[in-house]
């Protein structure tokens, strides 16, 4: 199949680490590596943001990323974007309009806005992962959501106008259906993870001997890596090794800032590293010098970090929120505890630290949950699946 992958803000050649790249954009990379691995075409189209930059660049075999002119050729906050989309879609419309995808998959909301007009100027089957719903974010967030007032609305639409939409979660399903979405329309397919085989724990991040926890990801207040670090107090023979946060500015960062500042307001300065944005290659070593992996968000729509540190054989202490719900089995690869709560937290983290045993069980048990159920090839696998499901009526409509 030739498959178009539609990610406005998310490419999947960024560096990692800032605010608007994470999760998403490993998705995107890694999924559409896994489809050519299955012998799919496959294009991935993201807003320009270099004017030096080629319009296609290849990422992988099979696998090109097409640069879209959509506003200025310069980096702009995802928050900010949405008065180019009429124009990226119209962009895409041409582009297709003689020679169509098989299918179209958009990811996150703006992208399948994208993709509205571009149905107008071509036809083909078009599936939608909003990899985060604004409904969520406004619940948790209120006045600090950034999103543009247009989003709930546009997102309802969407729902509804998918051939398929495929959410990373059975959380997001509930809240899909709430908005409307079609049942015979929404389908569940996790993010992958990759495995990291023969990697050793690398112990350059921290020399004290004290067990260590890790918090790792995006620096962004909804992590709840600030809940961490007031369990810490709790935990007198922890430290905490805090990896994330922009490549450029990191120690100007505003969240940077106020972690270290939370760590010397609970006296834990001296076991409290922020060590800044971790390479993919340095990532296995990372993860598996940590006795814990604290993944703490107050919401989180899926959540690749803890299927990362299952995928290393490390138990995962996690919020009970969104994707953790179905990756984190508790008391069999880690343990739920409510979000926001650091007392709660700092039992259950006491609880893992205080038990060899146990680690080691939880971890193997993350090791094998992964291998069964989220490496990239199944996940490439049931994606394709809808794929096929969505594209068929469309053949056949050509075929009369």
């Given at each position: 199949m030739r498959i178009a992958m539609v990610s406005e803000h998310a490419s999947p050649l960024a560096v990692l680490g800032g605010a608007d790249a994470g999760g998403q954009?490993?998705?995107?990379?890694?999924?559409?590596?896994?489809?050519?691995?299955?012998?799919?075409?496959?294009?991935?189209?993201?807003?320009?943001?270099?004017?030096?930059?080629?319009?296609?660049?290849?990422?992988?075999?099979?696998?090109?990323?097409?640069?879209?002119?959509?506003?200025?050729?310069?980096?702009?906050?995802?928050?900010?974007?949405?008065?180019?989309?009429?124009?990226?879609?119209?962009?895409?419309?041409?582009?297709?309009?003689?020679?169509?995808?098989?299918?179209?998959?958009?990811?996150?909301?703006?992208?399948?806005?994208?993709?509205?007009?571009?149905?107008?100027?071509?036809?083909?089957?078009?599936?939608?992962?909003?990899?985060?719903?604004?409904?969520?974010?406004?619940?948790?967030?209120?006045?600090?959501?950034?999103?543009?007032?247009?989003?709930?609305?546009?997102?309802?639409?969407?729902?509804?106008?998918?051939?398929?939409?495929?959410?990373?979660?059975?959380?997001?399903?509930?809240?899909?259906?709430?908005?409307?979405?079609?049942?015979?329309?929404?389908?569940?397919?996790?993010?992958?993870?990759?495995?990291?085989?023969?990697?050793?724990?690398?112990?350059?991040?921290?020399?004290?001997?004290?067990?260590?926890?890790l918090s790792l990801g995006r620096l962004v207040e909804r992590k709840g890596v600030d809940t961490v670090i007031a369990a810490l107090a709790e935990l007198p023979t922890a430290e905490l090794v805090i990896a994330g946060g922009p490549v450029t500015g990191f120690d100007d960062d505003h969240e940077v800032r106020r972690l270290r500042a939370e760590a010397d307001r609970l006296g834990l300065t001296d076991r409290v590293r922020l060590v800044g944005p971790v390479s993919r290659a340095e990532l296995p070593g990372l993860l598996r010098s940590a006795d814990v992996v604290a993944c703490t968000p107050w919401y989180e729509p899926f959540g690749i970090v803890p299927l990362e540190a299952m995928a290393c054989g490390r138990p995962v202490v996690g919020s009970a929120v969104g994707g953790l719900l179905d990756t984190v089995v508790d008391g069999v690869t880690g343990l739920l505890v409510p979000p926001r709560d650091p007392a709660a937290l700092s039992t259950a983290l006491a609880t893992l630290l205080a038990d060899p045993a146990l680690r080691q069980r939880l971890g193997q048990a993350g090791s094998a949950r992964v291998a069964a159920k989220y490496t990239w090839p199944k996940v490439a696998a049931a994606t394709e699946q809808i794929y096929r499901r969505i594209a068929a009526p469309v053949a056949a409509g050509k075929v009369s």
């Open positions: 954009n490993v998705h995107v990379a890694a999924l559409s590596l896994a489809l050519a691995d299955r012998g799919h075409q496959v294009e991935v189209y993201t807003r320009r943001e270099d004017p030096a930059i080629a319009e296609r660049v290849e990422l992988g075999p099979d696998v090109d990323v097409i640069h879209v002119p959509a506003g200025p050729p310069e980096p702009i906050p995802k928050d900010e974007l949405l008065p180019h989309m009429p124009a990226f879609g119209q962009w895409l419309g041409s582009r297709w309009a003689a020679s169509p995808p098989q299918v179209v998959h958009a990811h996150f909301w703006m992208s399948g806005l994208a993709c509205r007009p571009a149905r107008q100027l071509a036809d083909f089957p078009y599936a939608q992962t909003f990899h985060a719903l604004g409904v969520i974010k406004r619940r948790h967030q209120g006045r600090n959501d950034t999103s543009p007032p247009e989003r709930l609305r546009i997102e309802t639409g969407l729902a509804l106008a998918a051939d398929a939409v495929i959410a990373t979660a059975t959380d997001e399903v509930t809240e899909l259906l709430a908005l409307g979405a079609r049942a015979e329309t929404l389908h569940v397919v996790p993010c992958g993870v990759d495995q990291f085989p023969g990697t050793t724990a690398d112990d350059r991040w921290w020399t004290d001997g004290h067990q260590r926890i």
